[in-house]
């Protein structure tokens, strides 16, 4: 079974930067979409960004587009996200996921069935 870490979360200022990763189990990533999703407290979890399995294509929420950019080693079975020029409102806690597709999708019903347990990004002065 596909088993995901997350890893790279912390305390930034606003304006700052973090790059999450999380690492797959699996030799056979190279098969799965990846998606980020994000959940703030007293909110639903949504879509951040997600990368198809070849890495040829990637989505990006409208709250986050020119400020995080998703990318995926498949080498290293591991999946990026940096974040640039990050704001409070950033604040959640990240959760990566993948889906055995060759597309992705920023809805977190997609075919998403396996999830990793989170790391916490903080954004605050």
């Known amino acids: 079974q596909l088993q995901l870490v997350e890893s790279g979360g912390g305390l930034v200022q606003p304006g700052g930067s973090l790059r999450l990763s999380c690492a797959a189990s699996?030799?056979?990533?190279?098969?799965?979409?990846i998606g980020w999703f994000r959940q703030a407290p007293g909110k639903e979890r949504e879509g951040v960004s997600c990368?198809?399995?070849?890495?040829?294509?990637?989505n990006y929420a409208d709250s986050v587009k020119g400020r995080f950019t998703i990318s995926r080693d498949n080498a290293k079975n591991t999946v990026y996200l940096q974040m640039n020029s990050l704001k409070p409102e950033d604040t959640a806690v990240y959760y990566c996921?993948?889906?055995?597709?060759?597309?992705?999708?920023?809805?977190?019903?997609?075919?998403?069935?396996?999830w990793g347990q989170g790391t916490q990004v903080t954004v605050s002065s």
């Open positions: 990368i198809g399995s070849s890495g040829s294509s990637t």
């Open positions: 996921a993948a889906a055995s597709v060759p597309y992705c999708s920023v809805y977190v019903n997609y075919e998403y069935a396996y």
């Open positions: 699996q030799f056979t990533f190279d098969y799965y979409a």
